[in-house]
């Protein structure tokens, strides 16, 4: 038996949304320490890893560890039937080969469940090594969002390069190029408007725009971004759930013909 | 001569939203006694019956009964030309081939008048029987909207389940099932939030969903729907145009071939 | 060397989104008065005038006049890139094969700047004859822009009919007519509801709306328009960009073949 009970549904609505994109089938490992999942995007570029621990359910039981194969869209579309102030609890059984989802009103007098067929799903979990990062990066990720939207319309390709002064976006592209400078500034009134560089080393690596761009679907779960750089490394962008998990996402930086 | 004249153009816009979906041509029957009009949805299985009494104009003026065919979207394109706050105006001379309908604006600064012309359209008015009904819904139309826009991504047909506990939409689809149950609740704070089942008996009917979330296009009418259903009888989806006419709705229930 | 600084990047974006859809490529001539713009549309129908006189920027320098052949749709998406409080400053070389546009936060701590390959445009300035008006509508420019949608439901053309009353709009189509008489108006609360005609002789014109509507484009550069009109000539719908420049549309009328 598995039970997992969350206070708001629209957090889970969320973190589907983060990566609904980016990875259309995916396992959702179900253990006791928590709802786990890893998954390569579609075309194999970029990783996508997500964790909610079993403290942030104000509800949780797992008897045995289970692996819940689902499509993302079908998930999401469910999700969307929540209203914003459901509770969402999350329940199978051992051998399921369905995953109950239901919603409940604050007041009791709504309550619908979902039945989502679950599916078998071949996937390897990937090791993901632990790395020292040469700069950290700690933005507002409303920003984050919009400077990938901006440069978009430039180009394909965003190269960050990051120093002690703050980071740079730049791009180039047929109608021209764009450079985007956000400054280091600790200086501000709200917490979550500051940006911070944690660095050893400078560090400039180049990154395809269109993941950086959906990375950024996970805008809604909060208001800051962290982004780890180190030469031929992935980047790591993660998002916080709350104080008790995370979206993270890993992309190898591009290389760059000219410099081969 | 006809002329009647409505203080919001907007309620009357609503009233062709609420119909211009499931009908695309209809006669418009005006006689002393208000305005009505009955058609069929063009695949012919759902029938809309629509009155504004005459006490709901503030000038309502008949020599002699009319029928006047119209395209719902042809009127629906005009009344969208209608300021939020100005009154609307419809006049035909008896044999008129045109509908005049002339928008005012509250102090009289911009006047427009729009002549739709009229068509010759065949309807046959089909005598309703009045019915008994097992069980009679009354429930804020929002909430009814948005479970039909909810239960649409799982599957096409409804089934609704209505005892004296209250009613229980659900649907079944490749993905899954979905369930939502709505619990009798009269001690709520407005009255238009109140959820009641009048039953005699519990009554199970299943519709094609379709035409269901059609009808719930009428919810800006008004904060309440009513759903009226008894064994082998068409269901009605009843919205009060305040307290002077309705928009109903009729459908029959789907035969489940299991049964047969 | 050319710069010029601007303190509402928003400002240059509503003065682009004005002519984007008529004019696709144009060249901006700047110099010491200030930066014009003249262009036929992608039709060569209708002509569109801009100026933004030097003492609208906050810093103007340039020591000799250029002409900078823009793409309108790519400097828009670069625009776009703006935050809502940016300053923007426009930079170029005076040998310049580029446009450099650099937008700032008010706090400084985020600094943009993009650059935008210039092209080689064909143009030839068209003199533009004094003329003497017989009719010159004010009204505000959101009331002119909503009776442009509205009518084109209906048909192609509107028969403007200015006479000391106000003015009358008027279309007519496969499914009807519409007409919208608007009057004039001085004795409102706020300078910009204004309704004024100023009139030698009635005139009635008629016009392609489809180029009234792309002229309706300029509406969020200000509360009103001018409408100016004379036969046989071409109509000028005129937006004022703040008190330092205008956006202008110039359209022949169409003759009406029934006349011939």
Do not use: W
Not at 32 to 58: K, N, P, T, W, Y
Not at 134 to 139: L, R
Not at 143 to 167: H, N, P, S, W, Y
Not at 234 to 244: C, H, K, L, S
Request: some cysteine; overall charge negative; proline content about 4%.
């Amino acid at each position: 038996m598995y039970e997992a009970r969350l206070l708001q549904a629209s957090l889970l609505k969320k973190i589907i949304e983060a990566v609904r994109e980016l990875v259309t089938d995916a396992n959702l490992d179900c253990s006791e320490s928590g709802i786990s999942m890893q998954a390569m995007d579609s075309s194999h570029v970029s990783l996508c890893a997500l964790m909610i621990r079993s403290d942030g359910f104000q509800h949780y039981r797992c008897d045995r560890s289970l692996s819940l194969g689902l499509s993302t869209g079908s998930i999401s579309k469910i999700l969307k039937c929540a209203g914003n102030d459901d509770t969402v609890t999350l329940k199978a059984e051992d051998t399921a080969d369905a995953l109950t989802i239901m919603f409940e009103s604050p007041k009791q007098d709504r309550i619908s469940d979902f039945e989502l067929k679950l599916m078998d799903i071949d996937s390897e979990h990937l090791g993901i090594p632990k790395t020292e990062y040469n700069c950290i990066i700690q933005m507002p990720s409303a920003e984050f969002a919009r400077i990938m939207r901006d440069l978009q319309v430039i180009g394909d390709t965003c190269t960050i390069a990051c120093d002690k002064d703050g980071v740079n976006f730049s791009v180039s592209g047929d109608m021209g190029k764009g450079n985007i400078m956000v400054r280091n500034n600790t200086s501000v009134d709200k917490e979550e408007d500051k940006v911070t560089v944690t660095m050893e080393e400078p560090v400039t690596l180049k990154f395809a725009l269109r993941y950086l761009s959906l990375f950024a679907k996970a805008t809604p779960l909060g208001p800051t971004v962290t982004i780890s750089m180190t030469p031929d490394n992935p980047v790591v962008v993660e998002y916080p759930i709350d104080t008790f998990g995370y979206v993270r996402y890993y992309l190898a930086p591009k290389i760059d013909e000219a410099d081969e």
